[in-house]
């Protein structure tokens, strides 16, 4: 990496500290209005899903990571989704009378 | 024979040994955080009387925690930014800032926890403080390992630097991995647990 | 272990930074083996008092006779080279130890009342011989030894890629093996509900039930440090032309495995850490509101969920089993090959059913939970997952059969218990598939019919799996091979009586006996045509740890006196591990080994030799 | 031929449905295992290094056991969309009517059976955990109208024949699991949940087999070995009777 990419990509980290530091202050505010528990839900975790992305794209510089580390992830991906998943489900779909 | 791939990187992968090791082990935090979050959720939608974490918790302490964590962020990648350009000092300036942030995030944990127990709201209250306390006592472990590998480096990394520098680049590169997940899961827990 | 062979390339190393904080993957996997076949003998053992309760339920043990014997035979081995310390030495420790500790066990009386065993010791009993063989036996054998020892050979690598955390992992699995054992010692013993622990019996349980979940913790985090580990090792340090599809059978296995570990593992830590708080911390994750025990309501804050724990738990225990299993094909897998002199069937369909196995594993948990209330949708869910994941089972085997066609068949030994391993994993695999249908399940589930099941995949499955490994390496790992005809009782006397124990547990099964029974189901007016059994199980059970006593002679013995090996490849194998020097020197392979070819080049026509090895141009 | 796997006695309507389909699964399993059982003896013996020296570098070219696989799905598949599915659909899906069943609640603790009937006005009464005690198990709040006429036992399930009985599954302590063997029944017995279970008995007790069992099948602690529960199947005309000297010897007891 040269000089020049290294102080492009500080500049790219500091407006993503600016963005999260935004994004938290939004996500305070909102849970302070009264919205509703599931829209209150869904925009936090739609807040918290961007800052995440946020993070992992250019703290943990994935946006430039290698192939490998991609697969990795994607099946991680998939097994989380079945354990957040499933057990709700399952929950849902009980013997009942 | 020395272990192939330790600094430089494999051809047909692309990485380096320790960067796929880290990622490998984020990924089964990502499992460990995954069934913790999916615990939470099973028994929030099983319960009659989920009390509202807002009103039992303290928003801006937990906010200020978490501009705490970011920043700390910003400056652990700064600090590999510095190794970049072989600028042994920033390097330290920024680990060390590193450093200071995530004590300060444990410092004002540790006011929010005895300002709980005070209250007497322990894990045994309800399962809301149950799992609050589980999880972020998860954290806060998660950041005190940080810390520990962080001050290794920070104390008694010159003399590799000097010997191997791009070895030890990648090391920070490494840590730094580990650190962003710790406030990536942070931001995650700051409105599971504190707003909604 | 010899010390010849190699000049040290650094500063000579000090006898505990040899052979005890090593950060070499052999040594580090020869202390996985011993450690984990003492904890499979030490579950044998467990086993062998309890098949005493269920055999002739009500009578005093009369194991203590056995004691002295014992101790004075173990003070004769120890003296018997007058002072000095030999393999016997350790032989005697073992056995005093193994007298001490079946004496403790069974003399104390909130454990055995009047020589007889109570309930509680049953239990105790049954949830630490599961564990131990699962969690500290196979698991720590198939991976921990096995899969350090042979995996870098077998890929050309110098070493794994992490040595220090290689060495943390075997420190981190021993610190959760000593609390497991400490847990023997409390008052009130170790764990006794299950090595399922469900809550909210395992919450309300005693004391050892919080040891059982600290060692489980030490346990896991040593298999996640494992699992990284030998997937980097496996991705990165694989020699120059040895691509994916020229990786011998068994490092698929392990890497497969590897990936169920590190992803599989952690919910169950999070179980075990929520259980933990449970118990500690009074918090109420598990625990529903409104408990009453032993007529006094319990002073919980409620609200929890027992249904959360099993879901966590089998998250992982469901791939856990195939943790057990793979590295035992894959093993089986090399020996098949190396002793029919011909390639394995379909490599390619071994392969891709490995890595389909692996994947899905981990959507089929509940197929152990049909009985707990499930609705109709979920279940056709779990139920199809689970027949699906019987297939790629059916391919490897089909594979495996198919290779011993038009093959020139050696018997030896570890050729006769990777053949067994052949119809007895398919016993096991089948009884499994009544078991992942909910209807037949209804009457299947906790009886004797699922202990036969499994026993069957784990018992001549996975251990002879293992055990034929052993035999294959050992070898190579000390210069010298076992004895041929020990061996040969050693397997017959196993084969012979795992079938007398593990196929009349299905026949007690079909007939509806619970399992987890005390006495063994005497109450019971449906259990009273197949008692019988239990004792005819019970004196197998005997004969089998009588068999295995050839087995540690075996491997003590030919250390100092087995027949020496002329050359590196005894096997005439094809698999890089044969190219190093033996017993391998630290960073193992004298020059940098480069792969031409597929893993089981054997019978190659116009080839001079029956095999060509992988390294070979 | 059909009961070479010597299941218990089956009195239950559903059961014979259950039966056949570990018989079909069992069938399949015989064929399988029998079927490359065969091959392997032969095959070990053909291709042993005495008989065949030289090994052949190609081996098996038939792709036929391959196929083998796809009868084995099949069968699997016919079993799980044909047998398996339905049914589990109507054990957990289609329960009777409460009018038309015996509605009972059983209530399972360490290490005992707590069977609870509604008594004449079909009305199962309040039960407080506060209430419990060694004679009052259940706890139950006599006090409450619905109660009073409630009938309880321990460890004795009385039902009437040819009627569907539906069962309340619950706990007061940990998991137990109510299996009824002869009626191809098994319910996991979860605390903080109630699970509802049915079935129809078929097969009156008679003097031969005074009564069946219940018998907990999930490991509850140390007297999980002895937590047995008995179950008589009776005639409408005896059930009805036995019914009525307990509500006798209730209002006796008040
Ligand atoms: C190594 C371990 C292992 C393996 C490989 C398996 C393999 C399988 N298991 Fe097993 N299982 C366990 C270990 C294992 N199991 C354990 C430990 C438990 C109990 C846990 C507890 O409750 O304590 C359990 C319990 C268990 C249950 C829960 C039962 C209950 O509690 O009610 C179920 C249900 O679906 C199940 C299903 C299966 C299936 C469908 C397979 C399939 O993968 C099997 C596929 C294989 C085949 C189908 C064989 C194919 C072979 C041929 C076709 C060739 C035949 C030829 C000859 C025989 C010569 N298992
Ligand atoms: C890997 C897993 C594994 C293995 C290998 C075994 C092996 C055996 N098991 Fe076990 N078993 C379980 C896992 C396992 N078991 C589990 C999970 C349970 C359920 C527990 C629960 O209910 O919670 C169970 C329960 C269980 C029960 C039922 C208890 C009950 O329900 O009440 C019984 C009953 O007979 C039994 C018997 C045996 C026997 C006779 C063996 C034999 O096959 C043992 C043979 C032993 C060996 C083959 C060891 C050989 C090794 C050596 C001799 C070492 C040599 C040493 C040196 C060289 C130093 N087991
Ligand atoms: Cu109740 Cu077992
Ligand atoms: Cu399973």
Redesign the pocket.
Known sequence: MSAHDLSKEVKKYILVFVGLMILTFVTVYVSSLEVGIITGIIIAMAIAATKGTLVASFFMHLLHEKKIIFWLLIFTAIFLTGLLLLPILVKMNGVRY | MQIPFTVENREDTAVYNGKLGIWLFLASEVMLFGALFSSYIFLRVGSTNWPDGSSILNIPMATFNTVVLITSSITMVMSWVGLMEKNYKKFSLYMFSTILLGTIFLVVKYFEYTAKFEHHLFPSTNTFLAIYYTLTGLHVIHILGGLIVNGYHLLFGKKMWETEPQRFTNRIEVSGLYWHFVDLVWIFLFPLLYLL | MSEHSHKSEHHELKFWEKYIFSQDHKVIGIQYG?AS??F??L??GL??I??WQ?AYPGQPIPFDKFVYPAGIVGVAVILIRGMKIGIHTLIGV?LISIAFLVKYLISNDTRVSDGIMLPEF?NQL??M???I??FL??VPLAVGAFGNYIVPLQIGAPDMAFPKLNMASFWVFFVGGVIMILSFFLPQGPAQA???SYPPLSVIESQGQTFWLLGMVFLITSSLLGSVNFIVTIVQLRAEGLTWMRLPIFVWAQFVTSFLLLLAFPPLEAAGVLQLMDRVAGTSFFMPSGLVVSGTPLDVSGGGSPLLYQHLFWFLAHPEVYV?ILPAMGIVAEIIANNTRKPLWGYKYVVYSIIFLGFMSMIVWAHHMYITGMGTAISVFFQTTTMIISIPSVIILTALFLSLWGGSIRFTTPMLFALAFLPMFGIGGLTGLPLGLTTSDIHLHDT?YV?GH??YV???G??FGL?AGIYYWYPKITGRQLNNMLGKVHFWG?LVA?NY??FP?LIVGLAGVS????DGGMQYAHAQAVLPYNEM??I??WF??LF?IP??IN??LSLKKGKKVENDNPWDATTLEWATPTPPPHGNFLETPVVYRGPYEYSVKGSSTDFIPQNKK | MKDFLNLPLNASAHGSSIDSMIYSMHYMMLVLFFGWSIYFIFTIIKFRKKNNPNASYVGAKTKIPLYLVFVVAGIEAFDLIGFSIPLWAERVGNFPKEKDATVVRVVAEQFAWNIHYPGADGVFGKSKIELVTSDNPLGLDRTDESAKDDITTINQLNLPVDKPALIYLSSKDVIHSFGLPVMRVKQDVIPGQVIPVWFTPTLKNNEATPNYEIACAQ?CGLGHYRMRGYMTIQSKEDFDSWMKTEAEYLAASY
């Open positions: 011993l076949l003492l499979l003998l579950g044998l086993v062998s309890m098949r269920l073992l049953y049954g949830a011989h599961g564990t063989m699962i036996g196979v299950g090595w399922t057990l004797y202990i499994f026993h784990v018992a001549p996975s251990i055990f196993s795992m124990i593990f547990m399992r987890r029974l005390y199980m019970s197998a059970a089998l740890a295995q087995f540690i491997i003590f | 490991l």
